[in-house]
């Protein structure tokens, strides 16, 4: 287990609220460094204590299980008392006790934050891939079943799902292999230790930004602004849009007045011009949804992925 301080300069806001200058913020993150909830909690955090005031955050890393090992430390061992909250991430927020009857916390033991960012899945390789383009991929899967190895974030996860939900779009068959989160799938393909990776846009950005990995597709609505050469899934026939929010919670019972202090820090987070910079050039979608809205938001997608894992189930159970 390693931690890190994200802390910034204070700068004060008017009135007083339950943080104050000088508290500390554990947050607890269910992934490896290097993946989404680190990039998430690297880009938000100094201008959250910074709105708070001189708070310190203090990110905890538990990886495994798919965050599981984290959101049941929030949910079940956590003190409702302000000190601790978490990045969580849909839909393994979910999944993992759809997915899972040995995991035992749920949703409703929460007491969700604010959602910041909804972040496009992308399917990148190594750059001097053989795979030029996602269609050679596909063809590769085809010719040859499961011999095409493509990394995910863990089972569960947005990654996973979405090869699965390819899987039945372009009826082929991919050797899925699930790692501790993004930031060690991504790093996987680079090195040319699997085929392919299926992640996220924002994770990684940097990357392909800086030539290391090239995308070869993105399971988004519309192509994306950053990576405009990049074909959707659905322009080359394959009806598969597919993402991962990831916000910040916290256990159930956290007092009002601390959420409340958190989502009015965050929505000014949100609308800094700054922010929204650092933001975009990370190709990280801030969608910003906050107290019931988000609540709301985390019970509609955990009724659309039960209705998900009951179609894909006996599938995946035989794999």
């Known amino acids: 287990m390693t931690a890190l ?34 990039a998430l909690a690297q880009l938000v955090q100094p201008f959250l204590a910074e709105e708070l005031g001189d708070v310190s955050f203090v990110n905890q890393y538990q990886p495994g299980a798919t965050g599981a090992i984290a959101w049941t430390q ?24 759809i997915m899972n009857d040995s995991i035992t916390y749920n949703i409703d033991e929460l007491t969700p934050i604010a959602n910041i960012v909804t972040d496009p899945g992308v399917a990148v390789v190594a750059a001097d891939s053989e795979f030029e383009t996602f269609e050679d991929l596909l063809a590769a899967a085809k010719e040859n079943p499961s011999s095409v190895t493509v ?15 390819l899987e039945q779009a ?32 924002g994770i990684t950005y940097p990357q392909i930004r800086e030539g290391n990995l090239r995308p070869l597709v993105v399971f988004a609505e519309e192509r994306l602004e950053e990576l405009p050469d ?9 009806d598969v849009v597919a993402g991962s929010s990831r916000g910040y919670s916290a256990p159930a019972g956290f007092p009002e007045e601390a959420r409340q202090q958190l989502i009015d820090a965050l929505r000014r987070v949100t609308e800094d011009p700054e922010f929204q ?7 990280m979608n801030v969608d910003f949804i906050a107290g019931d809205d988000y609540t709301a938001m985390l019970d509609r997608m955990e009724e659309e992925f039960r209705g998900v894992w009951d179609s894909v189930k006996d599938q ?4």
Do not use: C, H, R
Request: no cysteine; net charge negative.
């Open 74 to 97: 929030l949910a079940k061992q956590v003190q409702p008392d302000g000190e601790t909250i978490s990045i969580t991430n849909t839909p393994m927020l979910m999944t993992n006790y």
């Open 316 to 319: 995946v159970q035989q794999d």
């Open 170 to 201: 372009a009826d082929v068959s991919l050797q899925k292999v699930p790692f501790e989160g993004d930031g060690p799938s991504w790093t996987a393909a680079m090195g040319g230790k699997i085929d392919a990776s299926f992640n996220n846009v």
């Open 277 to 283: 910079e650092a933001a975009a050039s990370q190709a």
């Open 230 to 238: 990049v074909p959707t899934a659905k322009e080359l026939g394959y």
């Open 151 to 165: 990394g995910n974030s863990g089972v569960g996860g947005d990654d996973f799902f979405t090869s699965v939900l």
């Open 5 to 38: 301080v994200v802390a910034a300069p204070a700068v004060a806001q008017e009135g007083d609220g339950y943080y104050s200058s000088g508290d500390e913020v554990t947050v607890l993150m269910g992934f490896s460094p290097g993946g989404g909830s680190d």
